[in-house]
Every structure is written in C-alpha cells, then in structure tokens.
C-alpha cells in the first residue's frame, strides 16, 4: 500500500488498516472494558514487541510519547492548559467510538507501531541527496535569467505607464514632457539600478499585483488578496522582487518565493487578532518582559539573552523592501506600529538625543557586548542615518571600555565586541548595496576594530536558491571588500522544507561567499499554519542532508583562517569546497525561537491531541547562556501547528512524492547542534562580572 494513499483514509478505513496488520492490538482494544485496561495491555504488548525487534531507547520512547503520566500540559507559546489522552483516544478510536478524533492522529498511531516492528534506520545515500539538492534552480541558471530578462522588459513598460500617470510631479522618477517612448526605456532601464527607485515604484495594492505579475493570479486568489487589503495587511513589493517570479504555466518552481508575496487563507482570516510569539517583544513601561530584562521603552530595544540586545531605531529601518508573509511582527502591523509610510519615517530632529540615551543602556549593562542592527531592516536606513546609528555606537563602546578603568578586578562590564546588522534587503533590493553605503561600513570598521570590536556581521534572510541572482552575487562581493562576513537565516517553511532544498541554498550561498547562519522552524499561530512544517522534518533536514556539510577538523581549521580576511572569502572559499569534496558549509543550526526563552532543537515528544498534532517538550540550549529569568519557566511544552500528516498532505500537492518522506514519522526527539565556532563570542580582553543588570526575576 503506497503512502501517499494511507494520507487520505478516514478513520474508518485507517481501523481497518488496523486490523489487518495489529490484530492483536485490535483485539486488546475489543477486549478491555475501558482505556485504563487497554492502557495495561499496550504496555505488555509494547515491551514484548519491542524486545523482539527494537532497542531499549525505541521501548523508553514509545512510554515517553503515549504513556506520560501527566494529563494536562500548559502550551508555552499560548498559555493555554491542554488536556491530552492519547491512550484513552486510540481506544476510543479502535472501537468506533473516536468522537472529534481526526484520522491524523490515528495515523501517526499506525506509523508508531509500524516502525516498531522493525525498528530499522535507513539514511538517504549522498548520491540520493545529490540528486534532491541538484533538481533546485537558482537565479543564475541561464533559462531562469532569460525568462527574468523579459519579466524586467514587460514590467519596466508597466512603470512607464505608472510613472505617466502618478500625480506626484516634484520626484525624481518622472518624464519630460514630450519625452520619446525610447527616451523613457532607456531612463526606466536606468533608474533601475537604483534602490530608491524600486521603493519609489512598490506595488501597494492586490489589483497592481496581478498586473505586474501578467494578470495570472486566479479569481479566487484575488478574492482572498482583495479580503487582505480590507482588513489593513499592507502590501509591499519592489518592481525588482516581482522580476523573479515566474508568470509562465511551464516557468521553473518559485512557490517558495511567491509564498513571501502571495498571504494565505489563515493570514488574512486571524489578522486582527494575532499574538506576538516573541513573549519578550512585549515591553510594559517599568516592568521586566518576559526573559526578566528591564528595558528602556517597548519600541526600541529588545531582548532575550545576556551577550545581545536588539537595536531599532527611528528611522527608515523600521520599515522593509516588502513585507514577508511570515513576518515575525505582524502582530505589530496589526496596531500600525509599522508601515510602509517612509516619508513619515524619516527621522525627526529629536532622535539622535534620544539614540544617545538609549546607547547608555548597553554603556551601563554588564553583559551586553553584541548590538544587532535591525527592524525592520537595518540597511532601509539612508546611508546618511546609518553612519549617524554606528557612529553612536562607536561612542558607546569608546565611552564603555573607558569605564572599565575605574572598576576593579572581577567587577568590570563586557565591552562592545559584535556589531550586526538585519537586512532582508540582499535578497529584496541588492542594489541597495551602493557606494554610499560600502563607504559608511568600511569607515566604522575601521575605527570600531582600534576600540576592540572584532566581528562584523551582516545578517541577510535568502529563502531559495532562485533569490541568488548576478546582482546579488556583486552586492555580496562589495560587502565582503567593506570587511563584514555575511551570515543568512532561512526560515524552514512548508515549501523551503522539500527534500534537498536547504541543502542546495547551503551550496549556492557558499559559492558566492555568504555563510548559514540558522534555519528556523516557522513561528506563530495559526495565522502561520499554511507555512508550518513540523520540527519532526526540520530533524530530517539535518540529519539526513544537512550532515553531508559538516566540516571536518582540518577544513574548519581552514575555513576559521580565510574569514579573518572577508574580502578573500568570495574567490577561495569555493576553491576550499572543491579540495574537500564538500558540498557546503553545515555551519548553521536548525532550531526553533521559543517565546521569551531562546533557540533551541532539544526536545522530547511526549504526546499528540485529537488532531494529531505533536506535543513537544523543549529543554534549553545548554551551549549558551540564557537569561536567569528561565530557570522559573518550568516545563517548555510546545504544540505544533500541523500534524505530520497534514504537512505531508502539502508536500504532495507541491508534486513531492510523499515515499521520500518516509523515515519523518520515526524523528520524536531531537538535540541542539553545537555552535560553529565563528557564531562564538571571542575571549574577552578583561574578567567580566558575574553580576547582571537591568534584570528583574520573577520567583
């Protein structure tokens, strides 16, 4: 019987499936008068069954998932107290009396015991993954820069019109009267190598969306965008970014993409009433957030761990180069926190007193020595602005480590030693990456490194191979020659998650220089849920494909050596892959952000409800400090967003065969992978204090 049709049984036909391959369990269920009878019976059957075929981890992880002696759970991300009785429900199940049981939770039963009749692990081959990763396109091959060449050409004729029509006469993105139509391709065509341009010219509206996508979106998508507009999500999509969507019914595969521009049915229908996932984003004036920090206001500062707190500031780097389907602070664009108003973002004359006021709580705290940059995105601020945010950050680090004079031993604070900046817009407007900005990076660094700062990250976002484009690979390079590694997060979505995919943006990004970073489960609630993959693939992911990038000791030794330099990085980092037979780097790490606690993959499934979603149980990242506020967490109790089956059931309508998924039921437990030791924070100088401020724990 072929998996791909087990996924669509009812619950009918799944007990039948029962019968016909654990008959005996089917008669435990016949037999027992209640749950609590057949609970005894599946725990003999279980242990003899799995002393025959299984090891004694395989009989600890059946008793941990469906035999856990506590019946109600607290959802850590919802707050919501959950009541889970998986025995009581498959005996309920077996015998037709399943009310409200979804066949996903039946099946995940049915592929439980089925790998305990073998118990055998059998890893994909690395020819197998290979041929997954090769089968993913990227934005260089040449029929998919052919057919983006006259997506350019169709949409620039499209803002010649927009253009024309615009009432706005005092831009510099205008016509001449009686300018030629010849004249005016040729200055589209030019202004199109200008970021301010694409801002300038974003599509803002469903009904433009679908024009400059060729008017191939369907009835019932419009209907749906139309819905979304209503309901205030903002739309945001640069001229540049809609280029590399494909408008053709044969075009190559960019669903991964599209899924950034195109908001699901979920979206839209909980916009309103979505919660922030990021428990500690929520700042209440004088009271600690949910990590135990005290910060200055809600707006500006966030943070979860000692060594880092977020840095957004007043400006354009509030807004982006389009809005992300998935963005983590949707729930923010929900009370018109952010927008896409740059004109009103623009700083005002107050802000720079206020931005030296906030530089003092990094100044006065003693564990903070890395700022991140971003919003937002960092690089949406004007190279102008931008030079003014670190030059702030410069006199805060300057004025930090001048302090430390006066402190004695063991009592003096971390100094400044990582800046970071947060830009999607690599990926969303690589020309972005002008000579103003490369001049305002290379001045701070140099002036940064004389008072002991050392790392100089920007933090990109690519999803997919297909956002890797010639304009991307030079903007990259000049990043590089300013000085500053750049590091990517991916986030682990239904359509990035197919076989192969990561693996490929892995090898495309270190071709061109760029390093992994993370690759993040998807947050949120259900307005998220389209997007969800369960963390059980995310395991997969890194334990079948990702494995093929760990670097061994000498190539690391190598590699550590070569980013001291990042201008080399571009031209001798692949010529390091091709001497080892490496594929890619394996240098970032699959993880999930729990509200107000951190990243990590260390967990434990300990049950499943009714819908046959997976009840996991996170332990923290023992690999870095956290903040002393989550040692008076408790238990960390997650409850996916999809059951496995449900995901399976979309990885098939995207044409994947579901067989090659196979081994996805069997990954109930995961650990947190170990840091690559660039991600590390170098030694300091001094002997830092173990005492903390601006901390508030709640007992």
């Known amino acids: ?385 931008l030079e003014k945010i670190l030059d702030a950050v410069f006199r805060m680090a300057v004025r930090k480590r001048e302090l430390n004079k006066r402190r004695g031993k063991g009592k003096k604070y971390a100094e400044i030693q990582r800046v970071r900046l947060g830009s999607r817009l690599l990926a969303y407007l690589p020309s972005r990456v002008n000579d103003g900005l490369i001049e305002v990076l290379k001045r701070f660094r140099e002036k940064a490194e004389q008072v002991g700062i050392q790392q100089f990250f920007i933090q990109t976002h690519f999803e997919s191979p297909l956002e890797v484009t010639e304009e991307v690979i030079q903007a990259t390079r000049r990043l590089l020659e300013a000085g500053w590694i750049i590091t990517n997060q991916a986030v682990f979505t239904v359509a990035v998650s197919r076989r192969g995919h990561t693996a490929r943006l892995r090898e495309v990004l270190n071709r061109i220089g760029i390093l992994t970073y993370y690759t993040f489960s998807v947050k949120g609630f259900e307005e998220n849920y389209a997007l969800f993959a369960p963390n059980s693939r995310s395991l997969q992911e890194m334990l079948e494909e990702k494995v093929y990038g760990d670097l061994p000791v000498e190539l690391e030794k190598e590699i550590l050596e070569l980013l001291k330099y990042p201008e080399r990085i571009p031209s001798e980092l692949p010529d390091l892959l091709d001497k080892y037979w490496q594929p890619f780097l394996a240098t970032d790490r699959n993880v999930m952000n729990l509200p107000g606690i951190g990243k990590s993959m260390t967990y434990q499934t300990v049950g499943m409800t009714k819908e046959g979603k997976r009840i996991l149980r996170f332990s923290l990242d023992v690999g870095r400090r956290h903040s002393p506020q989550v040692d008076h967490e408790g238990e960390i109790y997650i409850v996916e967003s999809k059951s496995i089956a449900a995901y399976l059931r979309q990885l098939q309508a995207l044409g994947e065969r579901v067989e090659d998924y196979s081994s996805l039921w069997d990954y109930t437990e995961g650990r947190t992978e170990s840091r690559f030791a660039l991600f590390e924070y170098p030694e300091p100088r001094i002997e830092i204090t173990g005492d903390f401020t601006n901390l508030e724990i709640d007992s």
């Open 1 to 385: 019987m072929k998996e791909k049709d087990v996924l669509n049984f009812s619950c009918v036909e799944l007990v039948s499936l029962f019968e016909r391959e654990f008959p005996t369990i089917m008669q435990g269920a016949s037999l027992s008068k209640d749950w609590k009878e057949f609970e005894q019976f599946l725990k003999g059957y279980v242990r003899a069954a799995l002393t025959k075929y299984s090891t004694s981890s395989s009989i600890k992880r059946f008793f941990r998932m469906f035999m856990n002696e506590t019946r109600h759970i607290r959802d850590f991300s919802t707050g919501e107290k959950i009541r889970y009785e998986p025995i009581k429900w498959l005996w309920q199940a077996l015998r037709g009396e399943g009310d409200g049981i979804h066949p996903d939770f039946l099946l995940d039963w049915y592929y439980l015991f089925k790998k305990y009749q073998t118990d055998e692990v059998v890893l994909p081959e690395r020819a197998r993954c290979d041929q997954w990763r090769g089968r993913w396109k990227t934005g260089m091959d040449e029929d998919v820069a052919q057919e983006r060449r006259e997506n350019r050409e169709r949409i620039c004729g499209l803002l010649i019109e927009k253009i024309e029509k615009r009432d706005k006469l005092n831009t510099r993105y205008r016509f001449e009267e009686g300018m030629s139509m010849e004249r005016k391709r040729e200055l589209v065509s030019e202004w199109w190598g200008d970021y301010k341009f694409h801002l300038a010219l974003a599509v803002r509206e469903p009904d433009e969306l679908n024009l400059f996508m060729g008017n191939t979106l369907s009835p019932e998508l419009m209907e749906l965008l139309h819905r979304a507009r209503q309901k205030g999500i903002p739309f945001f999509v640069t001229p540049y970014y809609l280029s590399l969507l494909s408008v053709r019914t044969d075009g190559y595969d960019d669903s991964t993409i599209r899924s950034y521009v195109i908001y699901s049915e979920e979206l839209v229908e909980n916009f309103g009433q979505i919660r922030a996932w990021e428990k500690e984003d929520v700042v209440e004036p004088g009271k600690p957030n949910a990590a135990g920090w005290l910060l200055p206001n809600a707006t500006n500062i966030h943070r979860r761990y000692p060594e880092v707190a977020i840095f957004i500031p007043d400006s354009m780097g509030r807004a982006c180069g389009g809005l992300c389907a998935l963005c983590q602070r949707m729930y923010d664009f929900q009370k018109g926190h952010l927008n896409f108003n740059l004109d009103r973002l623009k700083p005002t004359d107050g802000w720079e007193v206020k931005m030296e006021r906030l530089m003092m709580y990094y100044e006065h705290d003693s564990q903070l020595r890395d700022i991140l940059i971003t919003g937002g995105d960092a690089l949406m601020s004007q190279n102008q602005t």
